[in-house]
């Protein structure tokens, strides 16, 4: 192994040691647990840590295993020590593995997720955030083929401006609001509510497009365009931004107005900022702003300290905003709201 190697193993292992130090175990853990469906790495790993997105820290890499980091149900979790500190390790629940040179195929989809992957399914891969000049020349639905008062599924629609060159399957998204940097007031996205995707049946001017599926009617105005095929993550390895950010909530997905686990949520930062999905922020509540009735002073007022309130994790990354799922919230959290590194 080269010198440069060396110092790099040595390095990354005393960075992961540092890190591991850190690792608290939760009171009552139990001494395994076996996965069973339905199950998350971070619904496990709470039972065992008390920052469960810790986890990745002490997490033992058997090279016995292919994919150590995929987590199948009937597998067996088993907290060891190792001079005195903790550590996970997977047994597999079929018994030992007898490795063999020759490629072995494994099924990830029967894996169990990081997180609960249906909260998120239909976030991972539509258009999220769009920019002025994309909404602006996006292609648009112009009439509906059959006369049809609702649009649905199965239905034919009049779209204006779809390029031939581009495929032939879309996505249909309705315009929403823009969102605003709370602090600076600078553009940083419009959001693309997605309605549904349809396949393009003639090219002209209109063009035909037939609707395969939708989630909700389309209206005239509504915007098309083509599917994407951006990298897009169903596993997650959850971990603190490489850079130190102090965001905030300016969104949350369905416009509710108080915010509990598992819901979608937009941040002010994305990966300008080094937002990568995995990253991990804790979530405060801005201290409210009150009168000091004590104060001799006239109209004193003075701003509580913010409360630490949740914990999220990214799952997808735009350059100027990310989404987040609640993962913890210890209390009803709302757009305003701070995150910063846990």
Do not use: C
């Amino acid at each position: 192994m080269s010198t440069f190697k060396s110092l790099a193993l040595a390095l990354a292992l005393l960075a992961t040691a540092a890190y591991a130090d850190q690792v608290t175990l939760k009171d009552g853990h139990p001494d395994r647990h076996v996965v069973v469906k339905g199950d998350t790495l971070w619904d496990i790993s709470e039972q065992f840590l008390n920052s469960p997105w810790l986890w990745p820290e002490i997490w033992y890499v058997n090279p016995q295993i292919d994919n150590p980091h995929l987590i199948y149900p009937g597998d067996i979790i088993n907290l060891v020590y190792v001079d005195g500190k903790p550590q996970l390790r997977v047994q597999r629940g079929k018994g030992t593995y007898k490795l063999s040179p020759k490629a072995r195929v494994e099924r990830i989809d029967k894996a169990i997720p990081t997180i609960p992957i249906d909260a998120i399914q239909q976030f991972l891969t539509q258009p999220l955030v769009v920019d002025q000049d994309t909404m602006k020349n996006a292609a648009y639905v112009v009439s509906s083929a059959d006369e049809h008062l609702i649009v649905g599924a199965g239905d034919r629609v009049y779209v204006r401006n779809l390029k031939n060159d581009e495929g032939d399957r879309f996505h249909v998204f309705r315009p929403g609001e823009a969102y605003l940097d709370p602090h600076s007031g600078e553009v940083l996205g419009y959001e693309a509510l997605y309605l549904g995707d349809g396949t393009a049946e003639k090219f002209a001017d209109p063009s035909t497009m037939k609707l395969t599926r939708t989630t909700r009617e389309i209206n005239i105005g509504d915007r098309v365009m083509p599917m994407t095929h951006e990298e897009v993550y169903a596993y997650f390895t959850p971990h603190s931004p490489e850079n130190k950010i102090n965001g905030t909530i300016i969104s949350v997905v369905d416009g509710v107005s108080q915010i509990g686990q598992y819901q979608i949520v937009v941040i002010n930062h994305g990966s300008r900022e080094g937002v990568d999905v995995g990253s991990v922020f804790e979530i405060y509540q801005a201290g409210e702003l009150i009168v000091d009735q004590v104060s001799d002073e006239r109209n004193a007022r003075v701003k509580l300290p913010d409360e630490k309130a949740g914990l999220l994790m990214i799952f997808r990354t735009f350059d100027k905003v990310s989404f987040g799922l609640i993962m913890k919230a210890s209390s009803a959290l709302h757009v305003g709201d701070h995150v910063r590194n846990p």
